[in-house]
């Protein structure tokens, strides 16, 4: 048993020295030292041995086996290093080559012109409207007849709004005011809420108009809030976001939920008041709507209008974009055209 089991640590080691690859090498592992290989072949038939020739035969066996594997694992080591040497050799990288660059992404011009409006806003007090406030998708009560909508006003006309089939009388909304209703339902005044989002009006798209845009609304209720509140919070809100002190024109308008209701010019970036294609000649640039809150709107919150009272506007966010950054057609904002983007 012994002179056999040297004669096949002799062969063991020679097959593994004349091994030309790691398949081959795996092989003579399985053959050697595998469940049936033929080590533990012979590890079974130690027990048929007498007693005193079971140790020796069995110490035998483990050194046997232990030098067979050591020979392969450094047959192993050898044949690794080759082959990632081949394939170092083969894949060379030419390190003097220029880079692959790509593209940084930026953010959409919409939406730094609404980052930017909420931050003056914030700077003055606003905080953000709470998402669950929000919802793109409303009923009529809070898009319209909370808002002190009268049951056959036009805007309600299925021309103007966009109506789903969800439920009846669940549209789209067409303005963020719906947002103002929601937080003076679940809050008490003082507030000072602003509340950008997406509004969706059935619209002819043109170079001035689409079926979707944005919009922040804002308000502020509370005890004393006078319309020259409204005036100077819009006016320094004009000053930061135009970067400069422009001139403004309030003038009388009507809105369902506000009363006394004012739409608000600046003078045109373009002409400077002189008169332009741009400006119609007038020379002013409307730039957002706004009045003190309707006493009826909050009477539909349960605030008391004795007690308080309170301003809102709202302003499209394309609109401003376009007047700042001198752009003549609000489609391009959404055709994704990288010419357009990247300038920006």
Known sequence: MKDKLQKLQQVALSEIEKTQGLEELEQIKIKYLGRKGELNTTKKSIKDL???EKPVIGGLVNKISNTIESKIEEKHNIFYKESIAKKLEKETIDITLP???SSRGKLHPLTSTINEITGIFAKMGFSLVESKNSPEVETEYYNFDALNFPPDHPAKDMQD??????APFVLLRSQTSNSQIREMEQKLPPLRVISPGRVYRAESVSSRKNNLFHQVEGFMVDKDVTFSDLK???????REFFAQQRPTRFRT???PFTEPSVEIDVQCIICCGKGCRTCSGSGWLEILGAGMIDPNVLKNVNIDPEQYSGFAFGMGVERLAMLKFAINDIRLF????????KQF
């Not at 709004?161 to 969800?166: A, E, P, R």
């Not at 994704?336 to 983007?341: A, G, T, V």
């Open 50 to 52: 007498s007693n005193e």
């Open 161 to 166: 709004t966009f109506y789903t089939k969800i």
């Open 253 to 255: 308008s009507y809105f």
């Open 99 to 101: 880079g692959v660059t």
């Open 232 to 238: 100077g919070v819009l006016n320094e809100f004009t």
């Open 334 to 341: 959404f055709n994704n055209d990288l010419r357009f983007l």
